[in-house]
Nanobody
Framework: QVQFVESGGGLVQSGGSLRLSCAAA????????IYWYRQAPGKERELVAQ??????YYINSVKGRFTISRDNAVNTVYLQMNSLKPEDTAVYYC??????????WGQGTQVTVSS
């Protein structure tokens, strides 16, 4: 299966923006759905956003602030995050499945939002 490498995280102040990238080691053009998850300290991993064929999905807490997109030409999925809040602090991951599977996880990218 395709492996992902996440990048773009960092430390940002509340209200700031980050753009996460998820580079695939292989073609994603035939993959219909790709997901962004996050895991905050002491919490379970949660779905953040999904991109499918012609549609996207966001959890309520990020709707209107985050935008998921994909560029099949460079085998990369993006997560544009605006108006960041301290509760967005987490490690963010790409994944191929929902519900998530135990395998197929990268190292993730840390996002820290200071108040």
């Amino acid at each position: 299966q395709v492996q992902f490498v996440e990048s773009g995280g960092g430390l940002v102040q509340s209200g700031g923006s980050l753009r996460l990238s998820c580079a695939a080691a292989g073609s994603i053009s035939e993959i219909t759905h790709i997901y962004w998850y996050r895991q905050a300290p002491g919490k379970e991993r949660e779905l953040v956003a999904q991109i499918g064929v012609g549609h996207t999905y966001y959890i309520n807490s990020v709707k209107g602030r985050f935008t998921i997109s994909r560029d099949n030409a460079v085998n990369t999925v993006y997560l544009q995050m605006n108006s960041l809040k301290p509760e967005d602090t987490a490690v963010y991951y790409c994944h191929l499945y929902y519900p998530p599977r135990n395998d197929g996880w990268g190292q993730g990218t840390q996002v820290t939002v200071s108040s």
